[in-house]
């Protein structure tokens, strides 16, 4: 597997995730992100995201299927990027979409601990319909700030 076992626990936390796509010329294009699952023994991610936040991305799939998706733990800034091959979309079920409002929540009470508003934050963001990108992870890189960030974790 590319995906470090110890961060599978990393992964079921309250992160901050962005999912990003890039055009064949390599215009950048960034998801929020309202909760991700991930399986371990498959190494693919599934990125919960509103529909109207992934129709450019849509687009650059088609040229460039390609993915990057980062995840921040916001208390201690560590902080990973998981790139990848897209694999498909979908609708949520009614299960994903429930995950997501719990996600968000757990999330915006972090953004709260820190003074931001956490209401404004789960309003902005929870818009359905709602869409469930997976792709598979190939490459796995450190993105804390520390000496050593950007460095690959999935080289054997």
């Given at each position: 597997?590319?995906?470090?076992?110890?961060?599978?626990e990393f992964?079921?936390?309250?992160?901050?995730?962005?999912?990003?796509?890039?055009?064949a010329?390599?215009?950048?294009?960034?998801i929020?992100?309202?909760?991700?699952?991930?399986?371990?023994?498959?190494?693919?991610?599934?990125?919960?995201?509103?529909?109207?936040f992934?129709?450019?991305?849509?687009?650059?799939?088609?040229?460039?299927?390609m993915?990057?998706?980062?995840?921040?733990?916001l208390?201690?800034?560590?902080?990973?990027?998981?790139?990848?091959?897209?694999?498909?979309?979908?609708?949520?079920?009614?299960?994903?979409?429930?995950?997501?409002h719990?996600?968000?929540?757990?999330f915006?009470?972090?953004?709260?601990?820190?003074?931001?508003?956490?209401?404004g934050?789960?309003?902005?963001?929870?818009?359905?319909?709602?869409?469930?990108?997976t792709?598979?992870?190939?490459?796995?890189?450190?993105?804390s700030?520390?000496?050593?960030?950007?460095?690959?974790?999935?080289?054997t």
């Open positions: 597997m590319v995906v470090p076992s110890r961060h599978v992964l079921k936390q309250p992160l901050s995730f962005w999912l990003a796509t890039a055009s010329d390599n215009i950048p294009e960034p929020k992100c309202t909760g991700i699952t991930f399986d371990p023994l498959t190494d693919i991610f599934t990125c919960f995201v509103p529909l109207k992934a129709e450019t991305g849509f687009n650059h799939i088609k040229q460039n299927p993915l990057a998706l980062v995840g921040v733990e208390h201690t800034y560590e902080g990973y990027q998981y790139k990848g091959h897209y694999l498909s979309h979908r609708e949520c079920t009614e299960a994903e979409v429930e995950f997501q719990q996600y968000m929540k757990e915006t009470n972090i953004l709260d601990s820190f003074g931001y508003s956490g209401p934050y789960y309003r902005a963001y929870i818009q359905p319909p709602f869409v469930a990108i792709f598979q992870a190939t490459q796995v890189f450190d993105q700030p520390k000496n050593g960030t950007g460095g690959e974790l999935s080289k």
